[in-house]
């Protein structure tokens, strides 16, 4: 998913990115830090955060994270959901460990994805599935539309999924958590050009990378004050200076949210 992204950036800007590839390559053997899940995470459980949802495939492999937001509506990203039927999908609730066996088990019932969605980078990367099985978890509360200040500046926000500890990594096998700032829309537009669709996307990390989310976080919780207010979405690579993740700005989506969670 990020990796079909990375390539479309790649072709749309070849000039620029061969020159940035060769910086890139040079530096990887002394820039890249230890890798840790979440990249730059430490590890946390879903009894600590019992809203996150692991998003998996019939046999319970987990390749997507969600946000449990009533008993039985988990919000998630369109883009995790291309191919995916309602017989292809579960959503596991309490499981700590990919491996586990433990926590609910639930089929879904319903998949809504955003009308308008076609690609990650044109924005309205927001699903919401509907659950066969209630969840016996707390929700998370989410935004509503008018809280457009959570996203300001510098703010904290907290990541949490299973993805991989590096671009191309594996993934981890314990919940894991990191946070990173919110990045203005300047910086992220001046990050991604066009990509960066301001009213659908919020971007968070540190200027000097190292934290961020990474593949198979996608469709997990960017949470702000600890209330839902992002989607992972996508980003140029994992973690990199200069380019830092990009979230589903949930505050265009909170109504349509509603709806499905009403529905
Ligand atoms: N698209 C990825 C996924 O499907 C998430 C990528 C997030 N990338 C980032 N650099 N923050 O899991």
Known sequence: MFGLNAAKKAAAVAAATAAAATTALLAAPTAVAAPQPIVGGTTTTTSAYPFVMQITDASQNQFCGGTLVSPTKVVTAAHCMVGETTSSVRV?????????????????SKIWTHP?????????????????????????????SSQTSVYAAGTTARILGWGTTSAGGSSSNQLRTATVPTVSDSSCASSYGSDYVQSDMVCA????????TCQ???????????????????????????????YTRLTTFSNLVTTQVNS
């Open 92 to 108: 596991v609730g309490g499981r700590t460990y990919l491996n586990g066996t433990n926590g609910t088990v639930s089929r879904v």
């Open 205 to 212: 990390g540190k200027t000097s990378g190292g934290v961020d």
């Open 216 to 246: 198979g976080d996608s469709g997990g919780p960017l949470l702000i004050g600890g209330v839902l207010a992002g989607i992972t979405s996508w980003g140029e690579g994992c973690a990199q200076a200069g380019y830092p993740g990009v």
């Open 116 to 144: 308008s969605y076609t690609d990650a980078t044109n924005g309205d990367d927001m699903a919401v599935l509907t659950l066969s099985t209630s969840m016996p978890y707390t929700p998370a509360t989410y935004v509503s």
